[in-house]
């Protein structure tokens, strides 16, 4: 029998059928400063002929933005079969005329950024203020009448700061929704 004659197994689009290996990732150093990156990720969908989603987000390595994009890419179209087109994705932001559509993670980003260095603050004041009260509660955790009067000068000097934080928490709060 020639080699002519055997059944041929359909062409899939695989990892191996990209110009670059999966995942061989640039050597390069963390940068402080965060940078675009465009990713690439083909899903599930791609056995259907669709092309991959294309991703824009900030990360200090390249390494990190695939994980980014891939993940987010499971998360939100529930996709476990999805890898990183490694011949399709890099630094920067697509150009004005790149011929395909992307989805811009870094709104995104920015606002998780924001609630995080919110909750840094929430659980700094949280913890100065248990501090700074500490002294005046019991074992049992209770405050002495006598007492009062030091726990509310605790309260009043932490209190702007308090109200501060709760009007960024609201604000961030209304820009979520």
Not at 78 to 92: M, N, Q, T, W
Not at 127 to 132: G, K, Q, S
Request: glycine content about 6%.
């Amino acid at each position: 029998m020639s080699s002519q004659n055997i059944a041929r197994a359909p062409e899939v689009l695989t990892p191996e059928r990209f110009a670059e290996p999966l995942y061989c990732l640039p050597e390069e150093g963390a940068s402080p400063e965060l940078r675009d990156y465009t990713v690439a990720v083909a899903g599930s969908s791609r056995f259907n002929g669709e092309e991959p989603f294309f991703y824009v987000l900030r990360a200090p390595t390249t390494e990190d933005a695939w994980r980014l994009a891939l993940a987010w890419h499971m998360v939100i179209e529930d996709d476990l079969d999805a890898y990183v087109v490694a011949s399709r994705s890099h630094e920067g932001a697509p150009g004005e005329h790149a011929g395909y559509a992307w989805n811009d993670l870094r709104p995104q980003q920015d606002r998780v950024r924001e609630r995080r260095e919110l909750l840094d603050r929430a659980w700094d004041l949280d913890r100065r203020f248990e501090n700074a009260s500490a002294r005046y509660r019991g074992p049992d955790g209770e405050v002495k009448p006598e007492d009062y009067r030091r726990l509310d000068e605790v309260r009043s000097a932490l209190g702007e700061e308090a109200l501060d934080l709760i009007h960024a928490l609201a604000g961030f709060a209304e820009g979520a929704s």
